[in-house]
């Protein structure tokens, strides 16, 4: 069945970079479109980037253009998310999550755990 | 980008009742809109996608319509599993926006 693993949260200073990872079992992330999405504490889900099927085709939100970067390993089914220049407000729950595709809405049905990211001094 | 703006932002209710969400987008996303539920502590649950279709697995008490820039869900005869907080998400253009949310207790 889909299942989605995460790792590589933790706490970082101010201006330093973490690597979360996102590793997938049940498909395979050359057919399906994936989603990062955060969630500061007691607030609400923000979308924060996509990558799309092909691997290549990537946006973002405002907040994370430019310091955030999406990627995948396809051998090893693992997706990524590179964050540089880290801010007091990144900090949040990290999910990853997968798009259903267009018929569906582009709706996320299966999610990752979440990875907490604290940037503290 | 496109705003989405949920409401209310907090309801009270009882086991058994039948509860409307509303969520409101800023321009016309057709039916490009999403409904989840998060339990405290949870990770998100896909509900409704593409404004009415149920999800696999979830129970048909929920049910969702609406286009444009208009949408509802509806949960009826609420259960206390259903006590949660639940979120609209818009997908027809990137940034893929969330509502604030609306808090469902008891």
């Known amino acids: 069945q889909v299942q989605l693993v995460q790792s590589g949260g933790g706490v970082v200073q101010p201006g330093r970079s973490l690597r979360l990872s996102c590793a997938a079992s049940?498909?395979?992330?050359?057919?399906?479109?994936m989603h990062w999405v955060r969630q500061a504490p007691g607030k609400a889900l923000e979308w924060v980037a996509l990558l799309f099927f092909d691997g290549k085709t990537q946006y973002y939100a405002d907040s994370v253009k430019g310091r955030f970067t999406v990627s995948r390993d396809a051998f090893e089914n693992t997706l990524f998310l590179q964050m540089n220049s880290l801010r007091a407000e990144d900090t949040a729950v990290y999910f990853c999550a997968r798009d259903q595709g267009n018929s569906f809405g582009h709706s996320f049905d299966f999610w990752g755990q979440g990875a907490l990211v604290t940037v503290s001094s | 980008d496109i705003q989405v703006t949920q409401s209310p932002s907090s309801l009270s209710a009882s086991v058994g009742d039948r509860v409307t969400l509303t969520c409101r987008a800023s321009q016309d996303i057709m039916t490009y809109l999403n409904w989840y539920q998060q339990r405290p502590g949870n990770v998100p649950n896909l509900l409704i996608y593409a404004a009415s279709g149920l999800q696999s697995g979830v129970p048909p008490r929920f049910s969702g319509s609406g286009s444009g820039t208009d949408f509802t869900l509806t949960i009826s005869n609420l259960q206390p599993e259903d006590f949660a907080t639940y979120f609209c998400?818009?997908?027809?253009?990137?940034?893929?926006?969330f509502g604030e949310g609306t808090s469902l207790d008891i």
């Open positions: 998400q818009q997908a027809y253009r990137t940034p893929y926006t």
């Open positions: 049940g498909f395979t992330y050359s057919t399906r479109s």
